[in-house]
């Protein structure tokens, strides 16, 4: 028997997905990094017959790929599940127009809230668009899907959703790439035709009656889509599913009938129909909202109604054994309970982080402090406790203006990090000055975009592609917006950034601060020099413990007396940033030589 070559590589969601892009012959790729997508356009970059960027937002990473499906090329663009709000105002009406190039948008949903403020579920916004959406519930899936998605667009001339959520993105598993050949560009290119492109009223109003039809040949596509697939068990229990809950409901209900949904819009209703029919009961597995069992009640299929809740929170197989256990009539699963007297590891900085020596400040001055996105998040928690408010990429601008016309009391500042001011903080900042706002932004310039794992943006002077490109200055950019107070500290100097907060938060006119200081991690700093505390200088006060440093420990008393525990410095986490020298006042920190 002749042997066939395969080509098998263990790849994670978002790997597998980048490695679909190039086989199926993506040309350009745009994107805004966002945990848990980010990898997918870093993995996109390795393949150099791509065109890849780094978007400043997810709405331009979209107008952008629009902008390439235009000329007949193939594109994709990513994002995580919160920045395809951003990017709603173009794909809205992209799907009036049509795609021409075959144009993917990849959401990846965050259920559990890993590393987002929400746990939106975006097949809701699939619906919500009228755009056919896929789900894969593996790394094969993620590659084959991603091609399909090419496909399913150029023949439907519509944009496609490919959902995914933290679990897939990120689990690695066995794919078979194939022969892994690139995929040629179709015979397509850009033709002049406004009544295609251009959705003035005249043209829009029979762009919206395209789109039904188009969703019409869509729903009789779905019936017999590839990614639909009945797996036969008894006809007891059926199970309809999809995505990564695929998976935990073929662990938990073993020899049920499933029919798992690739294509989870426009749904296959005759197909779930005759599935419901041959099955005694019906249950809907899904992860956070009820979106399909809403579509599927709606045709009038019985559901079983279990009183075990999917909805908040991420699933798990615990959480799928308590549902097959209520199914069964057995008990329910006992959950591993977590070990309680491992001690608390609460999330801090990093040692060395720029960023503390402003919320340290801020701290000090008793500031209404208005947050945004990114790891600076971390100045919330005490000890700086500096951070009042968090909302979404951007907002802590617009947040401090509100509170400053609202005559809130006190002093007043709005914190974001330098690729979140690219991202959506500069037109807060003119709108400020626009409307003769008087509030300080202080915008923490770390030269990276840290939070998402050390991407680059408009500040760094480099691109994803690694060519070196202008490096756009922010308080360049916040004079050209028309403010006149712009100053630049090093947040490393304790003094120096408590005063000129104190002199800006006090000033009756806008004002910006730019800290800056590379970010320790993603600029690769060589520690040169390292601080350590003499215990007999030491009088145990903890004013250093309140820069909420990793560094600084509390040393195991030589009498037993935990209440005068004293300070040491950890020389494996020391990075040598020299902030608490500043801060003590019994000279007891020392730089010591390495």
Same mark, same amino acid.
């Given at each position: 028997? $002749?042997?066939?070559?395969?080509? !098998? ?9 980048? #490695? +679909? ?21 870093? /993995? ?39 920045? *395809? /709000? ?14 021409? %190039? %075959? ?8 259920? +559990?809230?890993?590393?987002? $403020? ?54 690695? +598993? ?38 039904? @039809? ?16 009945? @797996? ?13 809950? =695929?998976? =935990? ?10 029919? !798992? ?101 801020? /701290? ?6 208005? %947050?945004?996105?990114? #790891? ?31 005559? $809130? ?20 900042? *003119? ?14 310039? /770390? ?5 998402? +794992? ?12 690694? @060519?070196?490109?202008? @490096? ?19 947040? =490393? ?45 030491? !009088?145990?006060?903890?004013? #250093? ?18 209440? !005068? ?30």
């Amino acid at each position: 028997m $002749q042997t066939v070559a395969t080509n !098998k590589k263990i790849l994670s969601g978002n790997e597998a997905i980048a #490695c +679909g892009a190039f086989a199926g012959g993506v040309e350009v790729a745009s994107a805004y990094p966002g945990t848990p997508s980010t990898e997918i356009l870093e /993995n996109v970059s390795k393949f150099p017959e791509i065109y890849c960027e780094w978007a400043v937002n997810e709405k331009v990473g979209m107008e952008v790929v629009i902008g390439a499906s235009f000329a007949g090329a193939r594109s994709i663009t990513a994002m995580k599940h919160v920045g *395809l /709000n951003v990017a709603m105002d173009p794909l809205m009406t992209f799907t009036y127009l049509g795609a021409n %190039g %075959g144009m993917v948008v990849v959401s990846a949903d965050d259920p +559990g809230m890993h590393s987002s $403020q929400n746990e939106q579920d975006n097949r809701c916004l699939a619906k919500f668009a009228k755009i056919p959406m896929l789900e894969p519930s593996d790394s094969q899936e993620c590659y084959d899907m991603v091609r399909a998605a090419l496909d399913i667009s150029e023949q439907f001339k519509t944009p496609v959703l490919l959902r995914t959520t933290t679990r897939v993105s990120h689990s690695s +598993g066995v794919v078979d790439l194939g022969s892994f050949e690139r995929t040629g560009r179709s015979n397509l290119k850009y033709e002049k035709d406004i009544t295609r492109t251009v959705p003035v009223p005249l043209f829009a109003r029979k762009m919206r009656v395209g789109l039904e @039809e188009r969703l019409g040949r869509l729903a009789e596509y779905s019936e017999t889509c590839p990614s639909q697939r009945i @797996e036969r068990g008894n006809d007891k229990i059926g199970i309809i599913t999809s995505g990564i809950s =695929y998976q =935990y409901a073929r662990d938990a209900f073993p020899n049920a009938s499933i029919l !798992k949904l690739g294509m989870t819009f426009p749904i296959p209703k005759k197909l779930i129909s005759d599935f419901a029919g041959s099955v005694e009961k019906l249950y809907v597995v899904e992860e956070g909202e009820p979106y399909l069992e809403e579509q599927i009640l709606a045709m009038g299929v019985k559901i079983e109604r279990a009183e075990t809740s999917l909805r908040i929170g991420e699933l798990n197989p615990d959480r799928l054994a308590d549902l097959a256990a209520e199914v069964y009539g057995g008990k329910p699963s006992e959950s591993i309970a977590p070990i309680s007297d491992l001690p608390a590891r609460p999330p801090v900085l990093c040692p060395g982080c720029s960023h503390r020596g402003v919320f340290y400040a801020l /701290n000090r001055l008793k500031a209404i402090v208005t %947050g945004d996105i990114g #790891c600076y998040s971390l100045g919330t928690f005490a000890p700086l406790s500096a951070m009042d408010t968090i909302v979404c990429m951007g907002a802590s601008v617009g947040n401090a203006h509100g509170l400053q016309k609202a005559h $809130q009391n006190g002093r007043i500042a709005a914190v974001l990090g330098d690729s979140t001011f690219f991202h959506s903080g500069i037109t807060g900042l *003119l709108n400020i000055v626009y409307n003769r706002g008087a509030s300080t932004i202080v915008v923490l310039d /770390n030269r990276i975009t840290a939070m998402t +794992g050390h991407q680059d943006n408009p500040g760094t002077g480099r691109t994803l592609m690694g @060519e070196t490109t202008t @490096e756009t200055s922010i308080a360049d950019v916040a004079k050209g917006l028309g403010v006149k107070r712009v100053r630049v500290v090093d947040p =490393y100097d304790l003094d120096e950034t408590y005063n000129v907060l104190k002199e800006e938060l006090d000033a009756d006119e806008p004002s910006v601060v730019v800290s800056r200081r590379p970010c320790v991690l993603g600029a690769k700093i060589k520690t040169v020099r390292q601080y350590a505390v003499d215990s007999d200088a030491c !009088k145990a006060c903890g004013a #250093c413990l309140k820069l909420g440093c990793p560094a600084i420990e509390l040393a195991d008393p030589e009498d037993g007396d935990y209440k !005068k525990r004293k300070a040491r410095v950890n020389p494996v986490l020391c990075v040598g940033c020299g902030m608490c020298e500043q801060v003590c006042k019994f000279d007891a920190i020392k730089e010591v030589t390495l």
